[in-house]
């Protein structure tokens, strides 16, 4: 089984990077055999979509479209592939995920979805190319805005499910939003964090 971590934060060992090391730390007690892979977005090349919806029309059967542009999403598409579970880290800025992982998502919506789900009028939503299932946890940080305020600043966990859902085929099984860091610490959101990483088995 592996398991897959995506950090969107650029602050290593900070509260994002943290809090999914416990997640993990979470997942290896109830499973210490699963493979982990943690990969810092901030440590790789991963161009803005040029929207040139080539892999919207791509007539693949495959599990993913092959994007235009050569970077190191290439390798990090590899790795999904080969993912069961995810964990994905975002601190929240403005509100929303950072710009790392919002680049991230841009970049796997329509490589691993195809236009195949319908609301009513609206046609051609993204549905998973691939049947395989995943499941996932989130986790969001924020410096200054208390858990009690989290509905008032937090869209960062609903875009990151509803992506993930729509193109990985992943149910997000648990979140955790840890707010007011700053006075709180994040070692206050350690226990919750690894019990987060343990609803992954």
Request: with cysteine.
């Amino acid at each position: 089984m592996h398991l897959l971590a995506i950090i969107g934060s650029p602050r290593k060992g900070k509260a994002t990077d943290s809090l999914v090391d416990k997640a993990i730390e979470g997942v290896l007690m109830k499973n210490p055999d699963v493979l982990i892979k943690k990969i810092y977005l901030s440590d790789h090349e991963i161009n803005y979509c040029k929207d040139c919806l080539s892999c919207w029309k791509s007539d693949t059967k495959g599990p993913i479209a092959k994007c235009v542009i050569r970077d190191d999403m290439d390798n990090i598409n590899k790795d999904i592939l080969k993912s069961d579970l995810l964990i994905m880290g975002t601190p929240i800025h403005m509100g929303y995920a950072s710009a790392l992982m919002m680049t991230f998502l841009e970049r796997i919506c329509w490589t691993f979805a195809k236009p195949a789900k319908n609301y009513i009028i609206i046609k051609d939503c993204p549905a998973p190319r691939s049947d395989k299932k995943r499941k996932a946890v989130i986790t969001s940080a924020s410096g200054m805005i208390p858990p009690r305020y989290k509905k008032l600043c937090n869209w960062a966990t609903p875009q990151i499910m509803g992506v993930i859902k729509d193109s990985l085929n992943a149910k997000t099984v648990g979140a955790l939003y840890a707010g007011d860091v700053w006075h709180k610490g994040v070692d206050h959101y350690f226990d919750k964090a690894i019990k987060l990483g343990q609803k992954l088995l």
